[in-house]
C-alpha cells in the first residue's frame, strides 16, 4: 500500500470532482456522513410562556399546563412534517453516501463517473447500508449497555478499560466503513460483507491501522488548525458585538437596531455556508483517502 500516492490521488480526486462535494453534502445533512452524525433540533413555540417571568418552578408547569392543550395539533403537524423531511434526507444521504464510496471505486479503476451516475447507482446500496448502519448502531448500543457496568465495576483498572473500550469502538467503526466498501465494490449481502471486512482487518490489519493512524493524524491537524482560526473568529465577533453595543447605545435613530440584526443574521448564515462547503470538501477527501486506501488492499477483480 503506498501511502504517498493514496493521499495524493484523494486530494486531487477531492478537487477535480467537485460533484463529490454535493455529494457530501447531501450525506451530512441527512445524518449519515460519519459513524456518529446526528441533528436533531426543535424549539416549542415561544407562546407557550408567559411574558412575566414565573416566580416558581410550579408557575412553570401551571403556563405549560394551561397552554399546551392549545398547541397540541401544531405540535403534532411540525413534528409530522419534521419527521418527513427527516426521512427524506436520510434517504437522500445515503443515496448520496453510497453513490460517492462508489465514484471514487469509478475513479480508483480510471472509470468516468458524475452526479446523476452517482446517485443512480447510490440507490441499489442504499437499503443495504441503513440496515448496516442500524445494526452498527444497535451493537455500540448494547456495548454501551455492558460496558458501562464493567467500567464502573473495574474503575481501579480503569487506565486499561478505558482505553481497551475505545480501541474496540475504533474496530467497529473501521469495521462498517470497510463493510459499506465491499458491498459496494462487490455487490454483497450484508451478512456476506461483514465476514469478508473482518477477514480483510484481520488479513491486513498493519496497513489498515497505518491507515487510520494516519487518518487520525491528519484529522488532529486539521482540528488544530480550526481550533485557531476559531479563536480568531471568536475575537472578531467579540469586538464587532462591543462596536454595535456601542452604536445602539450611542444613537437614538430607530433603524440602526434592525440593521444591526439584519447584519448579525447574515453574517451567521454565511458563516454556516462556509462551514458547509468546508466540510463538505473535508468529507470528500477523508471518504476518498479511506476508499482508496482500502480498495488497494482488496483483489483488483471485481464480481459486480
Avoid at 462596536?243 to 440593521?259: A, D, K, Q
Wanted: charged share 10%.
Amino acid at each position: 500500500m503506498e501511502l504517498g500516492k493514496i493521499l495524493s490521488k484523494a486530494f486531487d480526486t477531492t478537487f477535480k470532482h467537485k460533484y463529490l462535494w454535493l455529494l457530501s453534502f447531501l450525506a451530512i445533512i441527512g445524518g449519515v456522513a460519519s459513524e456518529t452524525q446526528f441533528n436533531f433540533n426543535f424549539q416549542f413555540p415561544s407562546e407557550l410562556f408567559s411574558n412575566t417571568p414565573p416566580d416558581t418552578i410550579q408557575d412553570i408547569f401551571d403556563t405549560i399546563s394551561s397552554n399546551i392543550y392549545s398547541y397540541i395539533p401544531i405540535i403534532i403537524i411540525v413534528l409530522l412534517i419534521l419527521l418527513l423531511i427527516s426521512i427524506a434526507l436520510l434517504i437522500i444521504g445515503l443515496i448520496a453516501k453510497a453513490g460517492q464510496i462508489d465514484s471514487f471505486l469509478q475513479i480508483d479503476q480510471n472509470k468516468s463517473s458524475g452526479f446523476y451516475p452517482a446517485m443512480s447507482s447510490g440507490k441499489h446500496y442504499a437499503w443495504r447500508i441503513f440496515l448496516l448502519r442500524l445494526i452498527y448502531g444497535i451493537s455500540c448500543f448494547v456495548s454501551i449497555l455492558i460496558l458501562i457496568p464493567l467500567i464502573i465495576i473495574t474503575f481501579l483498572f480503569f487506565f486499561i478499560t478505558i482505553p481497551l473500550t475505545i480501541i474496540y469502538f475504533g474496530i467497529l467503526s473501521i469495521l462498517l466503513k470497510n463493510t459499506e466498501i465491499l458491498i459496494i465494490k462487490n455487490n454483497l449481502g450484508i451478512i456476506e460483507a461483514i465476514k469478508q471486512s473482518w477477514h480483510l482487518t484481520c488479513q491486513h490489519w498493519k496497513d489498515i491501522l497505518f491507515l487510520w493512524l494516519v487518518n487520525f493524524g491528519i484529522q488532529i491537524g486539521i482540528s488544530i488548525v480550526f481550533f485557531f482560526f476559531g479563536i480568531i473568529i471568536f475575537i472578531f465577533s467579540v469586538f464587532l458585538a462591543i462596536i454595535f453595543g456601542v452604536l445602539v447605545m450611542s444613537t437614538e435613530l430607530s433603524f440602526v437596531i434592525p440593521i444591526l440584526i439584519f447584519l448579525a443574521i447574515f453574517i451567521i448564515l454565511i458563516a454556516i455556508a462556509i462551514s458547509l462547503i468546508i466540510g463538505s470538501i473535508l468529507h470528500t477527501f477523508f471518504t476518498g483517502y479511506w476508499t482508496f486506501g482500502i480498495n488497494s488492499l482488496l483483489p483488483k477483480k471485481t464480481n459486480k
